[in-house]
């Protein structure tokens, strides 16, 4: 449990070092002929290690996150890989923008919690 928390953390800080690395323009990342399939991986990833997470029946771990986040992050997944190339940039803007970074905390409290 712990091994995919820290993974999904992983995932969060390579697309968090994607965008810097697009001198921190979220569009240009979502835009860049790299970053853009990175990024899209990375969370399609992101939201399998959930997946993970509850086919393994850790439910006193996924119930630290808000029942909204998670259905978000499936929703992201699927979007993304049943429609790829009609992937709406501005939704993901706001994904990369507004859910990633609180998912980041909550999942530094936990694993904090968990040491």
Same mark, same amino acid.
């Given at each position: 449990?712990?091994?995919?928390?820290?993974?999904?953390?992983?995932?969060?800080?390579?697309?968090?070092?994607?965008?810097?690395?697009?001198?921190?323009?979220?569009?240009?990342?979502?835009?860049?002929?790299?970053?853009?399939?990175?990024?899209?991986?990375?969370? +399609?990833?992101?939201?399998?290690?959930?997946? =993970? *997470? @509850?086919?393994?029946?850790?439910?006193? /771990?996924?119930?630290?996150?808000?029942?909204?986040?998670?259905?978000?992050?499936?929703?992201?997944?699927?979007?993304?890989?049943?429609?790829?190339?009609?992937?709406?940039?501005?939704?993901?803007? +706001?994904?990369?923008?507004?859910?990633?970074? =609180? *998912? @980041?905390?909550?999942?530094?409290?936990? /694993?904090?919690?968990?040491?």
């Amino acid at each position: 449990m712990k091994n995919r928390l820290n993974l999904i953390y992983s995932k969060i800080e390579d697309i968090e070092y994607f965008i810097h690395k697009c001198d921190g323009k979220i569009m240009t990342t979502l835009q860049d002929r790299v970053y853009r399939p990175a990024t899209r991986m990375q969370l +399609i990833s992101i939201a399998e290690q959930f997946n =993970k *997470l @509850k086919e393994e029946n850790e439910l006193e /771990i996924l119930s630290k996150f808000e029942k909204t986040d998670l259905r978000g992050i499936n929703a992201v997944r699927n979007f993304i890989a049943h429609d790829y190339d009609s992937v709406d940039d501005e939704i993901l803007e +706001i994904v990369l923008r507004v859910h990633l970074p =609180k *998912l @980041k905390k909550d999942i530094a409290i936990i /694993i904090k919690e968990e040491n």
